[in-house]
């Protein structure tokens, strides 16, 4: 069981990531207006990075491939983000959507504690061990 579970995990975190970037390639106009709507500046340079940012990142953690860069990579894009779009608990969803990004972030934190486990790319080389509380990754 605990061989699978990583796998799994990994497979739902990524998958919003995934599909947000995908979403995102395919109607960039969208975000672009909503990211000019919140002040961003240059929005239509920033979606580029954006969607490669979600796409490969998602990608990294569902394949467990660097999986820890990949999850560091997806929270330096949520803090951000939920901080511009999702601070306004006077609007129904928004404290649903803050917190629903705290718990992504705390995912992807288990992923760069704990790497990606079993069945994955990095166990393949066993960068996804730990073996002491100062090692690298």
Known sequence: ???????LARIFLSLIFIKAGIDKLLDPGSTIQQMASKGIPLPGVLIVPTII???????????G???RYGALGLIGFLI????????NFAEPMQQGQFLKNLG????LLMVVAFGSGALSVD???GSHRISSPTEKF
Do not use: E
Not at 1 to 7: A, D, E, F, I, N
């Open 65 to 67: 491939f660097k999986a």
């Open 104 to 107: 992504l972030m705390g995912g």
């Open 1 to 7: 069981m605990q061989k699978y579970v990583p796998l």
């Open 123 to 125: 166990d393949r080389t």
């Open 80 to 87: 951000p983000t939920t901080l511009i779009f999702h601070t």
């Open 53 to 63: 940012l979600l796409i490969a990142g998602g990608l990294s953690v569902l394949l």
